[in-house]
Every structure is written in C-alpha cells, then in structure tokens.
C-alpha cells in the first residue's frame, strides 16, 4: 500500500519469529533452575499445581483471536480498507480485554473452591493469586500481535515474546527471594508465578510502544483514514469468533490435556495413602524440574514441526505425492534421530543431570529415568499432527488428542491412586495415552499419505547408536565421577554421549546430510 513503508519479507519475519520464540521457551525453562534452588520441591509444588488451569484460562481469554485478527487485517488491508482495518483492531482490543477480565476475575474468584475441590494445599492460593492479571495482559498483548502480523510485521510480536520472558525471569525470582526473606514459602511461590503477569505486561508495554512509534512514523500501520468501508460492530465480532473458534480448538484441547495431572495428582496421591504435603514435594519434582529437563530436547521436535507444516502444505498444493511421502519419512527419521538419544541419555545420566541443575541434594531423578521416554513419544505425535494440519485435516489431530486425553484421565484417576504405584501410575498413563495419540496420528496420515516406514533405518539403525551411546556416556560418567567430582563428570559424559553417537550416526549410514536438508528447503517461485 502506498501509505505504508516497505514492510519486512514474510520470511524474514517468521525466522525471526521463529528465533525468538525458541530463545523466549529456552528463557522459560532454565527460569525455573535458580527457583527450583529458591524455593524447593514444596515451593515448586505450590508453584506448579496452578498453572495447568492457567494455561486453559488464558487460552480461553484469548481463544484464537490474533489468528483472526492477522487474517481480517491482512484481508482488509489488501482490499485497501484502511479505516475498516483501524475498525478491527479497536473491537478486537475491547472483545479481548472484555475476555481477559472475565479470565482473571474467574481464577480469583474462584480460587478457594477449586483448591478444595481438587485437593490442594491451601497455601496454592497465593500462586493463583500471582497468576491472576495475566490472562487480562495477555489478551491486550495478543491484540497488537494479531494485528501486527495482519500487517505482515513479526518485529514487535517477536520482540514482546523476549521482554515477556525477561520480566518473567527478573520479576519472579526477585519476588521469590524477597517473600521467602520476609514471608514464607507459599509467599515465595506466589511471587515467582506473579512472574507470568509482569511478563505479558512487560510485552504490553512494549507492543503498545511499538504501535505508537509505527504510527508516528508511518510505518506499516496505514495512516489514511476516511469515509470508506465500514461494517456493524457486531458483524466484526460475528466474524472473529467465526474464525477463532475453530482455530482454538487445538489449544484448548492441549490445554486440557495438561490439565489432567494437575486436577487428578493431588487428590489421587491422598488417595494411595500420601501425605499432601509429600505429594506437593512429589508434584513438583515432576512437573517443575523433571518436565523442565524433559522438554529441552522437545523444543527440537516444536521447531522440526514448525517447519514441516508449510514444507508439506507445499507439497499438497503442487499435488506432489512423492515429495509427501518423502517428508513424511524424513520427519520420522529425524525425529527418531533426535529423540531416541535424548531420551536414552536422560534415562542413564538422571540422577547426575537433576543434581547438577538443581543441587546435590535435589530430588527427582528416578522420576526422569521412568519419565525420560516420552521424549520420543511427545515429539513424534506433535510431528504427525503438523502432518495433518500440513494437510489441512485440522479435525483429525484435535480428534486423537480428545481420545488420548480421555484415556489419561480415566487411567490417572485409576492407577495413581492404586498405593503401589502412586506417582508411577502417572507416568505409566501418559506413556499409554501418549502411544494411543502416536498410533491415531500415524494411522491418519497414512490414510492419505502413501509411504512405507523403512524400520531398519527409522528404528533399528538409530535406538542401536543411542544404546552405545548410553552405555558409553554412563560408563564415563562412573569412572569420572570421583576423580573430577559429579557434576564435571556428568557434562563430559554428556560431551562423551554427544560424539559417540554423532559417529555411530555416520559409521552405521544412519545420518545423511542432503536429506536433512531437504526437509527444510523451499522451492524457489
């Protein structure tokens, strides 16, 4: 448009996006490392049972909304509507902060009952309590960010994304550090999760200073603001909820499906005859410092699948069955190629990994061992379901999440509270729901993707490497251990691990250059 400065490649924009967005997730994760060492494993517990039921509040504030507004700006835009643009985003920003409210207000109000109903410790309510403005923060911060990606600008979504992570980090240690000098620990846990609230309001702060700078400057935002194309208030919200609504079913449904240990391990733990607050120390452990750990390596499959979705949209859109079949397999192998190894190193090193991150005495390495699996299992059914959603079958992944969350909620409910297994009944129902997902994805992709899963190069080749690899890096951690302590031997077992498995990619044939480079290769127009 002729009012408007050149605006960034889209590209460009996403790289970008996609940068940031990784380092924000890396920023989140290694947040918790110094609050795990601040606060303990009941802190952590206090800090942990709530964020699940957050997690769901905020989707619900915002409930695919950006997406909707990015599409009905870039739509407006083009058709040169440019006070018809302005229309949207004022109703978004008052539909959104009318939902963010309502979030908000429901996780105050609501606090007590669901502490009793769930069977939490009454001191959760403090964390609950901190993470209460953010779905209110959070829904105005989406505004500018749907709005300026209608634009085709990722600049201030990418960039609120890393101040959100830094507020988060900065304000909810500080917080943390000071409520437990002068307060106690379930202060100190509320501190830390009011965290997330100045995170997004940091980014609110930053997205609406950008709109202002953009605006002042003629940048992208369009300036010429006439008597044109208008619609009906209500004919614009009609049409957002229209388009958000489908597209939030997906993280509604991923929400829910972390909801299920949250609202079931508390009571079931009581039930198998653990006290609250050992199941607190027990919830914490694992979903605030084993989870953590776990998911380093899962943000390889995010980014894998990040890639693939417009890699195999392309494909479908050529009507080139052979590049489908071939991406298909090559995201496979590779998820396989990264997973398998993490999963086989976290199961060998455990005990040695959490020490080393959270402190000698810390907790939570058995836990890893048993849990350190659902690597691959995590991965693969997220990579299949970018598949999918590469195919245009959105339907089909929110069906086989619904059905695997179904499963993991009734087995959660029964085998946790069986006194033999406790905690262990958790792990063993995420690995069944889990595989049930994988095993639904898979069966839908190949219903309309026709290839064949080369075993011996998918599977065989790459869990023989990851075997030498593990036997490797846990016998040079036990004979480096008391000559250079345990927390240097654990990262040269790591660096150990790292290169034998690098070269038993190479010496098997298992690892081939081109071909993973072609995953991400676009074709050039």
Known sequence: MSETKRRPSYIRGALLLTACSILARFLGIFFKIPLARIIGDYGMGLFGYPYPIYSFFVSLSVIGLPLAISKMTSESISLGRYDHTHQIFRISLVVLIGLGVLCSAALVFFAKPLISVLGWPEETYHSIIGLSLTP???????????????????????????????????????????????????WAAGGAAFGAAAGAFGGSLLVTAMYGYYKKKKIVIPQ????????????????????????????????????????????????????????????????????????????????????????????????????LEEKTSLALRTVVIITFPASVGLFVLATPIIQLLFGSASGGGELMMYLSF??????LFIVLQAVLQGLGKMGLPIRNLAIGGAIKLILNITLISK??????????????????????????????????????????????????????????????????????????????????????????GTLNKEEMRSLLRRRQK
């Open 136 to 186: 209110l923060f959070v829904s105005y911060m989406a505004t500018y960010r749907g709005y300026f990606q209608g634009l085709q600008t990722m600049v201030p979504t990418a960039l609120s994304q890393i101040v959100e992570s830094v507020f988060r980090v900065v304000v909810g240690l500080a917080l943390a550090v000071y409520f437990l000098k002068t307060k106690d620990i379930a």
């Open 224 to 323: 010429r603001i006439g008597h044109g194309y208008r619609e009906r208030a209500g004919q614009t919200i009609r049409t957002l909820f229209v388009i958000a609504i489908p597209a939030s079913f997906a993280s509604i449904v991923v929400s829910l499906m972390n909801m299920i240990n949250s609202v079931t391990v508390a009571r079931c733990l009581q039930n198998a005859g653990i006290d609250i607050v050992t199941a607190t120390e027990i919830w914490g452990q694992l979903s605030q410092k084993v989870q953590t750990v776990i998911n380093v390596p899962m943000l390889l499959g995010v980014g894998l699948a990040a890639a693939l979705v417009p890699a195999i949209s392309e494909s479908l859109a050529t009507n080139n069955q052979k590049e």
């Open 374 to 379: 659902t690597c691959i299992t995590t991965v």
């Open 419 to 508: 006194p033999s297994l406790h905690i262990y009944g958790l792990i063993l129902a995420t690995y069944i729901a889990e595989t049930i997902i994988v095993v639904l994805n898979y069966a839908s992709v190949k219903k309309y993707i026709r290839f064949t899963l080369d075993k011996k190069n998918v599977i065989l080749k790459p869990a023989l490497c990851s075997i030498i690899m593990g036997i490797l890096a846990y016998a040079s951690y036990g004979l480096l251990r008391s000559a250079i302590g345990s927390n240097f031997a654990v990262i040269a077992a790591i660096a150990v691990g790292g290169a034998v498995y690098c070269a038993a990619l190479l010496l098997t």
